[in-house]
């Protein structure tokens, strides 16, 4: 399967822990973006990497919120001393510079923080 | 910063008959309008996308109609079938060097065989 993929799918902790979500996007896509998705609504940006340069990040992402992509592959989002507010679907999509703009969105993981 | 709203939320039809889904956009720099298929537990699917230079564009039984002028764009899916029943999201973007895609809240799509 050469989509995007994310790991875990789903993700239950308590309220003040860290978690870590990873995304592996389509192996030739340069850009990678973050999403955040919850229930009735459409997924709403986080943030994006071109190679492995964050580019640009929303009002969204707050200081408890970091993404990497060292080396310009995966990515990681990790959500420090995580609230009840945090609980979404975080998606993860890739596309290719020069190509289409066409963003493939991977299977997304689910945070429920209690 | 773009605003992408989406028209209705929920939409029933009945097997065979036409939907239509509408969505305005507020920044009139954007210039791609993807539309995506989610259905329950997975990532939005790209169904079709168009472009500001174009005005509709068609693929088997979906197709895209884009106003500039009027800022808004629709999805059209004829015949439907029930495999067609998901929520489908309208997103507005600038061009490539901006990246990122604003997304209207979703229309809940439910057809009765």
């Known amino acids: 399967d050469t989509g995007v993929s994310q790991n875990p799918r789903h993700k239950i902790t308590k309220r003040g822990q860290n978690v870590t979500f990873r995304c592996d996007p389509i192996s030739e896509h340069n850009r990678l973006y973050w999403y955040r998705q919850t229930l009735g609504q459409g997924p709403e940006f986080l943030t994006y990497?071109?190679?492995?340069?964050?580019?640009?990040k929303s009002r969204l992402l707050s200081d408890r919120f970091s993404a990497e992509r060292p080396k310009g592959s995966f990515s990681t989002l990790e959500i420090q001393r995580t609230e009840q507010g945090d609980s979404a679907m975080y998606l993860c999509?890739?596309?290719?510079?020069?190509?289409?703009?066409?963003?493939?969105f991977g299977p997304g993981t689910r945070l429920l923080v209690l | 910063g773009e605003n992408v709203e989406q028209h209705p939320s929920t939409l029933s039809v009945q097997e065979g008959d036409s939907a239509v889904i509408k969505c305005t956009y507020s920044d009139s720099a954007s210039n791609y309008f993807p539309w995506y298929k989610q259905e329950l537990g997975k990532g939005p699917q790209l169904i079709i996308d168009i472009r500001s230079n174009v005005g509709e564009k068609k693929d088997q039984r979906i197709a895209v109609t884009l106003n500039k002028t009027a800022k808004h764009f629709s999805l059209h899916i004829t015949e439907t079938q029930p495999e067609d029943s998901a929520v489908y999201f309208c997103a507005a973007c600038l061009n490539t060097n901006a990246g990122k895609s604003t997304f209207g809240d979703g229309t809940t799509l439910t057809v009765k065989p």
């Open positions: 999509a890739s596309s290719l510079v020069g190509g289409p703009e066409t963003q493939y």
């Open positions: 990497f071109q190679n492995e340069a964050q580019l640009e």
